[in-house]
Nanobody, 123 residues
Framework: QVQLVESGGGLVQVGDSLRLSCAAS????????MGWFRQAPGKEREFVLA????????YYGDSVKGRFTISRDNAESMVYLQMNNLKPEDTAVYYC????????????????WGQGTQVTVSS
């Protein structure tokens, strides 16, 4: 059974940093590109970042470039989202996703999704 389990969400203040984690199981982790998406209330799911299987290439969503980074640990089957200089518009449920390619993830072509973790940025 494939599971992607996000953690690390919470309530933070404007300008704070937060790191989300996603633990994968039931898949050969190194075979997948990994990514993060988010969905704010009343809005469509938005691509945030994606990373190739070897961690060498990152695709960025326009709204987070320069503030968010993605990393992965293939030995531990973990992917991370480091979020800096958080803004109220970053408030959303954040989802981890696994896909065949990072470029495909950018187009929301995902094989697997996590259940999401809430991030709320208060002003």
């Amino acid at each position: 059974q494939v599971q992607l389990v996000e953690s690390g969400g919470g309530l933070v203040q404007v300008g704070d940093s937060l790191r989300l984690s996603c633990a994968a199981s039931g898949i050969t982790f190194r075979n997948y590109a990994m990514g993060w998406f988010r969905q704010a209330p009343g809005k469509e799911r938005e691509f945030v970042l994606a990373l190739t299987w070897n961690g060498r290439l990152t695709y960025y969503g326009d709204s987070v470039k320069g503030r968010f980074t993605i990393s992965r640990d293939n030995a531990e089957s973990m992917v991370y989202l480091q979020m800096n200089n958080l803004k109220p518009e970053d408030t959303a449920v954040y989802y981890c996703a696994a896909g065949d390619t990072a470029l495909g993830l950018k187009s929301a072509k995902s094989n697997y999704w996590g259940q999401g973790t809430q991030v709320t940025v208060s002003s």
